[in-house]
């Protein structure tokens, strides 16, 4: 049966459907995170430990530092000695400004009677000595990294003006001996859960508009069969079991509606289908083999992946379908095309001299720009902000997962000690 192979191997997924070919090692819950480039503009900002954060779990401080550290634009100043919290108003910033800190982040962690954490924060604007608000998140223990992760996005957007995605969370799948795990962790890459655990392929993991919901391929039935599963409960039902091959789920923007890769017809095409089931609608019209569909942010196009004009290239047609435009032609093979959820960009996987590198579309010019030097590339997904872009890729003998800023510069390896990991999908803002 397939294992959960690249995406770049997904022509062959759905017409011949290869051996499994991924080695046997451990699967990650966890990784290393390094940061590998330097921005152009860096945010000096410093964090003092919260103040009865020694009850928790969970270094709050410290969890927002590495986020915004990680998003490569800012750099962090270390505190200067002394005890505040988000009550402190008449201390002197004078010290910090020496230090060279533009903003600094207080706060605390306070048990309520019920069991919970109250955490809470301001930020301050050390230049101007000018307080920038605060706010306060009541959390049980298990939430206080989802309220540290959202005390960066607060901190991110209030500095830089674009909304965080650090309290996102992102999918991905790894084997582990003879089972398959489906993987719900947070943008950092920690507090990882099994969402789906199989000893059959688990591939093309695709998040629901809001975050609660992911649709997969299994192949547990011993065919590829899409399903679509609640993250919170654990519960799924079945999405498409067709004849033949179901397989590379895309939701579209408004969550009502599914399109997949079905091979109903006898060869691999575009269908779409109502998101909570039923008879699927053929969208594309050929001969050939039409994947990897992928609706745009307005959800008026897809952009999907055909070997019509003789090798793979992206393509993109009304979402009702109709003709199609092709947009990739630099090289033979051009496939994973991930359009940014601001509509401005397309990220895809284009094979250079023999090497599987990471590029992105501008959509209003068509100029093309490579992200990578690696040779191994795969399954890139754009952050809900538009700024990042998490892919797969090959790293010392190992898969691995990287994130890269849309113009390259900022580059962040998201890896583990051993084991190998695949097919990263980056969730949306949660509601």
């Known amino acids: 049966m397939p294992a959960s192979l690249p995406r770049r191997s997904v022509l062959g997924l759905v017409s011949s459907l290869p051996l499994l070919t991924w080695p046997a090692s451990q699967a990650l819950a966890q990784f290393r995170v390094e940061v590998a480039g330097v921005g152009l503009t860096q945010y000096p900002f ?85 307080d920038l608000g605060g706010l306060s998140y009541p959390v049980g223990a298990t939430d206080l990294r989802l309220a540290a992760h959202r005390i960066a996005d607060h901190v991110y957007e209030k500095i830089t003006g674009v909304k965080g995605v650090f309290s996102t969370r992102i999918a991905y799948v790894t084997k582990a001996g003879a089972r398959y795990n489906l993987w719900v962790a947070d943008a950092d890459g920690e507090n990882a859960r099994a969402a789906l655990t199989s000893p059959e392929p688990i591939i093309s993991p695709s998040w629901a508009p809001g975050g609660a919901q992911l649709a997969y391929v299994s192949f547990e039935a011993r065919k590829p069969v899409i399903y679509a599963h609640d993250v919170a409960t654990g519960k799924r039902r079945l999405l498409a079991n067709f004849k033949g091959s179901n397989s590379a789920p895309a939701w579209s923007p408004d969550g009502r509606s599914v399109v997949a890769t079905l091979s109903l017809s006898g060869n691999a095409q575009i269908y779409a289908m109502d998101a909570n089931g039923g008879e699927p609608r053929r969208l594309s019209q050929s001969a050939s083999i039409d994947t990897e569909p992928v609706f745009s942010a307005d959800g008026k196009s897809i952009y999907f992946v ?24 630099n090289g033979n093979y051009n496939i994973s095309p991930a359009p940014s959820p601001d509509g401005r960009w397309l990220a895809f996987i284009s094979r250079v001299s023999g090497a599987f590198r990471l590029h992105v579309m501008d959509l209003a010019s068509g100029t093309v720009t490579a992200l990578s030097e690696s040779g191994g590339d795969e399954s890139p997904s754009f952050a809900a902000n538009s700024r990042m872009i998490i892919y797969a890729t090959r790293d010392r003998g190992q898969e691995a997962l990287m994130t890269t800023t849309v113009d390259g510069r900022i580059k962040t390896r998201l890896a583990g000690a051993q084991g190998d990991i695949r097919e990263p999908e980056w969730g949306p803002f949660l509601k």
């Open 306 to 329: 055909s070997d019509r004009g003789g090798s793979p290239q992206i393509y993109r047609m009304g979402a009702q379908g109709g003709s199609a435009q092709r947009l990739t032609f």
């Open 46 to 130: 410093s964090a003092v430990a919260f103040r009865g954060n020694d009850a928790a779990s969970e270094n709050i401080a410290n969890i927002v530092r590495a986020d915004l550290e990680r998003s490569g634009q800012f750099r962090f100043v270390n505190p200067v000695p002394g005890a505040l919290d988000e009550t402190s108003r008449s201390f002197d910033f004078a010290p910090w400004r020496e230090r060279g800190s533009d903003t600094l982040l207080t706060g605390s962690v306070t048990r309520l009677a019920d069991g919970r954490f109250d955490v809470r924060f301001r930020l301050w604007d050390v230049v101007k000595a000018q």
